[in-house]
């Protein structure tokens, strides 16, 4: 372009990355979904999403085929949590409103379980530090918070904890979050997956033998109905013929409308209270600082969808479209996530790496597969397992393994599951607790705060149990 202009060509050039990487990003989510039909990844457990994310990987400069640019992956890196907004803002649109009477069971419940695997990964971070790092590699002690701050908290919380973490004498806190948070999102999609394929052949699930592809299996016709009469009434329970196109771009328009109306609504509020925090300053300054802000994005799908109801435009929301545009955020989130990890930060420290990744490992599965069972109401499972994929890798991790739990929607996961992110997220996963941690680790001592969690631990889960308890015993 010899004749264009040095600013045009920038505006160009600065345009044209974007829309690369964005349509680069598709490409590889539509070649990895390909591939994992052809090779039937699902069956296994294993997410189209993270094949789609590897063979982004190997296409990376740093890949074995290098066809993309730096500027490429880093547009991609800064991905994924826009799209886990978009991911928060569909939930709470896409269904009616519960009732508070019929959501305080499931939602207590699932507040508890919660909490028991936060705290519980406090508890054994410091368990493996204090018995096992200290003594034979002499670890800052510090390290004790990283299952929780990369588990729980993701890539975002283990970068935005690196300058306290310094301040206390930790320098490479921020690089190991970020490598924990790395093996976190890898362990949560596959275990997970491989767990959700042994809870449908040990008929853990809600919906039986319900296949991945997420078509039940057809109902026995009912004693006394003849033939014909089947028929007859499997054809009036045919799918209506689908909208003409304009309609169903209307339909498209107004939904990705009001999804951008919660995403706004948490986009302000964000910035309403880092202006309050800069005014109050201390700790709720630190907290706010690192808000992430899909909580308030799911605050905004709440408020958009009470307003909808209230004013009887409801069937305003498409339950598909709303429920479809999550589902390719969340795996467009995956793909992005695992194409941009840096390997080399696996390399230094693995050894204490691999001791906290097993140990956060391990207490995920336990409270997953020995107390959701004995906490959570009905379809304990598809409940259980979106808090494991959520406490393990990312929120979309847990709604990736639910989709393939629960194909159909028929557990009712998503609302307790969802209104649980709004009240906890400001505790754990990057909030309060995140951010005073490392501080109390520092004041009291890594034991009087294992302790301290262990006495945490007790109190919910065992809180968790006598709820179930009372709601099994006769009236």
Known sequence: MPFIPVSVRILVEAVETPAVALVALGLVLVVG???????????????????????????????LVPLLSQPVIDIWDQLPMVLLTLVFATLLLAKPLPRPAGLWRPLSAQVLLALTLAFGQYLVGGLVVL????????????????????????????????????????????????????????????VGGLVVVLARSRGWLMGGSTIASGVANPPEPEEGVTPQQAEALAAQAEPPLPPPPELRLSALALNLALTGLA???????????????????????????????????????????????????????????????????????????TACLDLTLLAHDWMSLTALALAGLAWNLGVLLLLAPRILPSAWFERGIIEFGQATGVAAS?????????????????????????????????????????????????PA???????????????????????????
């Open 131 to 190: 018995l096992v790092l200290q003594p034979l590699l002499g670890v800052h002690p510090l390290m004790a918070c990283l299952i929780e701050v990369a588990y729980e908290g993701g890539h975002g919380s283990a970068a935005a904890m690196g300058a306290s973490y310094a301040s206390l004498g930790f320098e490479g806190g921020e690089a190991l979050g970020l490598a924990m948070a790395t093996v976190g999102l890898l362990i949560s999609t596959v």
């Open 398 to 446: 847990g709604l990736l393994l639910l989709r393939m739990a629960d194909p159909l929607d028929r557990s009712e996961a998503l609302q307790p599951f969802s209104i649980k992110q709004l009240l906890l997220q400001p505790i754990v996963a990057g909030g309060v607790i995140t951010v005073v941690a490392p501080l109390a680790v520092s004041s009291w001592g890594l």
């Open 263 to 337: 995403v706004a609504f948490g986009v302000v509020a964000l910035a309403g209270l880092r202006r309050v925090a800069d005014h109050v300053g201390g700790g709720l300054a630190m907290v706010v600082d690192v808000f992430p802000v899909f909580p308030l994005a799911l605050v905004g799908s709440l408020l958009v969808r009470w307003l909808l109801e209230r004013s009887g435009k409801d069937h305003w929301v498409s339950t598909r479209v709303q429920n479809r545009l999550g589902t390719v955020s969340a795996d467009l989130l995956i793909t992005a996530a």
């Open 33 to 63: 979904r390909s591939l994992g039909d052809v090779l039937g990844l699902r069956h296994w457990g294993i997410p189209e999403a993270l094949l789609a994310g590897v063979l982004g990987l190997l296409v990376a400069p740093a890949g």
């Open 449 to 475: 705060w294992t302790g301290l969690c262990l006495a945490l631990v007790l109190l919910w889960g065992g809180l968790g149990l006598a709820l179930m308890a009372g709601s099994r015993s006769p009236a």
